[in-house]
């Protein structure tokens, strides 16, 4: 490996041992579903969003937030000195990624059948800090 590529890549890997991550995989509801609840989050700030999802009516909600605590848990593990507050920890970045799909047939009228695609997601919740823009 050369000395640029193996620079690069150390920088890479402390970018990165400042970010928070959490991951939810095969999560058994629809992407577009979940997208919908990530949109509402993203960008906000950690106590805000948690208040969202609270009191959001949607399913993805209660997922959604069990996801953002676990993320805030990862923070708090990484930075034991930092106070949550006074960082100003916000979501960063979230993303929601199709998982796999159970495919299912239901009878259908004249001998016919349709397939029935249950869809699961993979979720992807990055957190950083209002102090560390430039990473």
Not at 11 to 17: A, C, H, I, T
Not at 128 to 132: L, Q, S
């Given at each position: 490996m050369g000395v640029r590529k193996r620079?690069?890549?150390e920088?890479?890997?402390?970018?990165?041992?400042q970010?928070?991550?959490a991951k939810l995989n095969n999560c058994p509801t629809s992407p577009r579903k979940m997208r919908l609840v990530a949109d509402l989050v993203r960008g906000k700030d950690v106590a805000h969003a948690l208040q969202i999802l609270k009191?959001?009516?949607k399913a993805a909600s209660g997922r959604l937030?069990?996801?953002l605590l676990s993320a805030i848990s990862n923070w708090q593990a990484k930075n034991e000195d930092s106070d949550l507050e006074q960082a100003g920890v916000f979501i960063?970045?979230?993303k929601v990624d199709s998982g796999s799909m159970l495919k299912r047939l239901r009878p259908a009228p004249q001998g016919r059948a349709h397939r029935i695609r249950k869809r699961s997601n993979h979720v992807t919740m990055i957190l950083?800090?209002?102090?560390?823009t430039e990473s």
């Open positions: 620079n690069r890549a920088m890479l890997k402390e970018q990165k041992s970010l928070a991550i009191f959001s009516t937030e069990k996801l960063k970045e979230i950083g800090e209002k102090n560390n």
